[in-house]
C-alpha cells in the first residue's frame, strides 16, 4: 500500500516494514506493529467469524461491503448508459 501527501509518502514494506518519505531524499524504513491473531490470517478471521467469536468490523463489516457493491453497481451503470450516476445517502 501507499499513501501520498503533499509534504511526503508512506509505503508498506512487506507486511512487517514501513517506508517513509519526507521531503528531498530524507527516507526511513521502521518496524510495523504485528497484527493480532485472528487478525493477521484472512481463514482465522473467517473460522473466528463463523465461530462467533468475533464480530466483523472495518473493512470486513457487512455495511462496508454494502456500500462497496452499490459503488460497483453504479460503475457498472454508469458505463453502460454513459450517464453519471448518482448514489442516494
Known amino acids: 500500500m501507499e499513501l501520498y501527501g503533499r509534504t511526503g509518502s508512506v509505503s508498506t514494506v512487506g507486511r512487517d516494514e514501513i517506508r517513509m518519505h519526507r521531503g528531498e531524499g530524507h527516507e526511513e524504513q521502521i518496524p510495523a506493529k504485528p497484527i ?40 457498472r451503470a454508469s458505463a453502460a448508459s454513459g450517464k453519471t450516476i448518482r448514489l442516494s445517502n
Not at 41 to 62: F, M, R, T, W
Request: proline residues 8%; without cysteine; aromatic residues 4%.
Open 36 to 75: 493480532p491473531a485472528p487478525y493477521d490470517n484472512s481463514l482465522a478471521y473467517l473460522k473466528a467469524v463463523v465461530n462467533g467469536e468475533i464480530k466483523p468490523d472495518g473493512l470486513s463489516s457487512l455495511g462496508t461491503n454494502v456500500i462497496g457493491t452499490e459503488i460497483l453497481d453504479a460503475a
